[in-house]
């Protein structure tokens, strides 16, 4: 079993970039199917980023493309979340997830079976 923890959160300004990162650990982490999701107060955990075992297949959700970059390093066991041009609405607690198979709809969060804690993300007017 992989265990996911998230870091890299924090609070900044309109404008601004982050990079998240999800340590995976517990057994080899190359198989996995990995994806991001965000959970704002008061809403539904939504899909954010996916990326297959091999990177060679990158979904975004409509809000992320062209501001937000998944991206993995099997070798240390890692996926990161860089995220530009952050603006309000982008404020939510941020998942990392994960599920040992081929994905066929990655934008849902039924599809992984294992969940980071997350990590909060603030931006400020």
């Known amino acids: 079993q992989v265990q996911l923890e998230e870091s890299g959160g924090g609070l900044l300004q309109t404008g601004g970039s982050l990079r998240l990162s999800c340590a995976a650990s517990g057994r080899t982490f190359s198989p996995y199917a990995m994806g991001w999701f965000r959970q704002a107060p008061g809403k539904e955990r939504e899909f954010v980023a996916h990326i297959t075992w091999d990177s060679g297949v990158t979904v975004y959700a409509d809000s992320a493309k062209g501001r937000f970059t998944i991206s993995r390093d099997n070798g240390k066991n890692m996926v990161y979340l860089q995220m530009n041009s952050l603006k309000p609405e982008d404020t939510a607690v941020y998942y990392c997830?994960?599920?040992?198979?081929?994905?066929?709809?990655?934008?849902?969060?039924?599809?992984?079976?294992?969940w980071g804690q997350g990590t909060q993300v603030t931006v400020s007017l």
């Open positions: 997830a994960a599920r040992r198979s081929v994905i066929l709809n990655p934008r849902t969060p039924l599809a992984y079976d294992l």
